[in-house]
């Protein structure tokens, strides 16, 4: 039967794109695979995980979302299938072989050569499966996911999001990584200003054994821009049987460039383990920065910072959620153009290639899990934090911390945070968070403004608020700051969302104070320009810290249609300084003007 199984699968490669043999530690899976809905939830049942049979299945490109392609089943919610074939690394021909994932929506379970490898409960989020006892090193291998972007009753998210639309498929990278038996899988960075232009340097180390007991070491060494060595140190160490060894490092680099978003200087982090003759290497990106709260203030790398931001969906026409490397660094270059400081990536975390452009670019980021509007009764259910909120924080937050970008941890957005189970998890989120990585700051973006019992645990108060759009008028948000201001006085203020939508073209010379049906480009750049002119008040200067617009770009939303929503732009949140396709909105030059002139 194996014998059976690995000649179909040698016929199988010769039609499909799979990758070649590689002699490198690594194999990027990217090109054509194989696909099928599954309405019926038959395909586990009837085998697909590990059949060869190509009728019933048509092509489509990974990365990608489903929704985009030529199917333009928008509305799917439901079981879709995945399959291709790959060869395994050659390097470390006797280690461990992960497959990864940089983004897979909602839920995933995964088959190598028909064995159930594990499932994945969430999206947006990167992760890794070991598939060692599962692959062959020298033929090709079958890989099928099942992925399924229904929304549950009881999870992260819940039935209570329909802020954006669900696209639904492996919307990013996939890869097949080996690695030798002893790697160093993890490593978290803190950088603190140690005085006079010096920084303290802490790594904390992660290095796992599959193998039996064996000694090794340990390299760390930094370098600057130009490849000179700042620091190197080597620590000599014994790694247990099938066990992890956890490293500390630290050291102070003197005289080196800090990171900033007016000097977004990037060191290289090299760690190198070795162990029984094998090696290796992780490199990794670092910039020496550092924020905290002070009072009313937020501080990078000990001054006062003031956010000048914009939200912004990853999301494209024709790319859903698979938006190139290409596209995401016109998308930033024209944010820094803006004049932004900041970016919140709404509401979950966004494609690698997003972060390390914000790196390269100096743009600092806050990004979320997706617990948008979740319920309270799910946000106190313990399954559901067992399940999906404590794991989804843990690799979000372990995920990304290699990104020197990200300065802000969020917990979720618009939950219900005036009553006591949702105010007990945004404890618990913020505890684990600060646990996992106590060199950033975690906060929530709250709507219920000064009926929230949830601010004690955040290390600023962050709100979303429409004064002039959904209800109240434009000259409404400054007397909102200063109650908020007056109940927790030593917390700052973050206008985390703020705006409203605009059809480009549409013009109304005379707009109001209040515009729930005022779609017109005027009435944009007027509530625009009156929420940022409350928010740079002089008199509230000594709390405010940050103003975010939503959002950057016009993007898809089912909820987004009927009563006074023109037809024009049906199921599109059209609150953007962009459209879709990026074309500017007047807003945009006037919020250009006011970034530009303030601080």
């Known amino acids: 039967m194996i014998a059976m199984l690995a000649a179909v699968l040698l016929a199988l490669a010769a039609v499909h794109p799979a990758s070649a043999a590689s ?37 489509i490109q990974v990365p990608g979302s489903y929704d ?25 021909a006797n280690g461990r072989v992960f497959l990864k994932f940089e ?5 995933s379970k995964v088959w190598v050569n028909g064995q159930l490898i594990g ?42 999001w329909r802020g954006w639309w669900n696209y639904g498929g492996i919307n990013r990278g996939v890869s097949v990584e080996s690695r030798p038996p002893v790697y160093t899988e993890s490593v978290a ?77 990037l060191h290289v982090l090299k760690i190198r383990t070795v162990a029984s003759g094998q090696t290796h290497e992780r490199t990794m990106r670092l ?22 931001g914009v939200n912004r969906h990853e999301m494209f026409p024709g790319e859903g959620m698979t938006v190139s490397r290409e596209q995401t660094r016109k998308d930033l270059e024209d944010i820094k153009a803006l004049g932004c400081n900041m970016v919140r990536t709404t509401h979950y975390t966004q494609d690698t290639s997003f972060y390390e ?37 843990r690799e979000m937050v372990e995920g990304y911390r290699d990104y020197t970008s990200i300065v ?21 989120g913020c505890a684990l968070v600060r646990k996992l990585d106590p060199s950033r700051l975690v906060t929530f973006a709250s709507d219920r403004h000064d009926r929230d019992i949830s601010f004690a645990p955040v290390d600023f108060l962050a709100i979303n608020e429409y004064y002039g759009w959904y209800y109240g008028k434009l000259d409404d948000l400054g007397p909102v700051l200063d109650k908020l201001h007056a109940k927790w006085p030593d917390k700052p203020i973050v206008v985390a969302e703020f705006g409203s939508e605009a059809i480009p073209g549409w013009r109304n010379p005379s707009p109001g104070d209040s515009g729930t049906s005022d779609y017109s480009e005027d009435y944009q750049m007027k509530l625009l320009t009156s929420h940022l002119e409350q928010i740079f008040a002089p008199s509230r200067r000594g709390f405010m810290a940050g103003a975010i617009i939503w959002l950057y770009n016009d993007f898809p939303n089912p909820s987004s249609f009927g009563r006074l929503h023109p037809p024009v732009i049906s199921f599109t949140n059209a609150k953007g300084l962009v459209t879709q396709d990026r074309q500017r909105k007047r807003s945009w030059y006037e919020v250009q003007k006011a970034f530009q002139a303030a601080r």
């Open 23 to 59: 002699d490198s530690s690594r194999v990027d899976l990217a090109g054509t695979w194989d696909f099928r809905f599954d309405p019926d939830s038959r395909g586990e049942e009837q085998g697909w995980h590990k059949s060869t049979d190509s009728r019933g299945w048509v092509k």
């Open 68 to 92: 985009q392609s030529r199917f333009n089943n928008l509305l799917y919610q439901g079981r879709a299938w995945y399959r291709t074939t790959f060869h395994a690394p050659r390097a470390n």
């Open 287 to 308: 910039g020496l920065r550092q924020i905290e709260t002070k009072g009313n203030q937020i501080l990078l790398n000990g001054k006062p910072v003031f956010l000048k």
């Open 119 to 160: 499932k994945h409960l969430f999206p947006y989020t990167r992760f890794e499966m070991d598939i060692t006892d599962a692959v062959r090193r020298d033929s090709p291998n079958l890989l099928a996911v099942l992925v399924d972007n229904a929304i549950l009753e009881r999870a992260i998210p819940d039935k209570g």
């Open 408 to 428: 802000i941890w969020s917990v979720g957005n618009e939950f219900p945070s005036e009553k006591e189970p949702v105010a007990k998890y945004v404890e618990r």
């Open 189 to 265: 960075v803190t950088t603190r200003l140690a005085g006079s232009g010096a920084w303290e340097l802490r790594l904390q180390l992660r290095t796992r054994n599959h193998a039996a007991a064996v000694d090794g070491s340990i390299e760390a060494r930094v370098e600057d821009a130009r490849g000179r060595a700042l620091w190197s140190a080597v620590e000599r160490r014994s790694f247990a049987a099938g066990g992890v060894t956890e490293t500390l490092m630290t050291t102070t680099l003197k005289q080196a460039a800090a990171w900033s978003p007016e000097s977004p200087a």
């Open 357 to 393: 452009l914000a790196d390269e670019m100096g743009l600092l980021v806050w990004t979320e899990i997706p617990a948008w509007q979740t319920r309270a009764e799910t946000l106190e259910d313990e399954n559901v934090w067992k399940q999906y909120g404590e794991p989804q924080l």
């Open 103 to 107: 983004g897979v929506t909602i839920r």
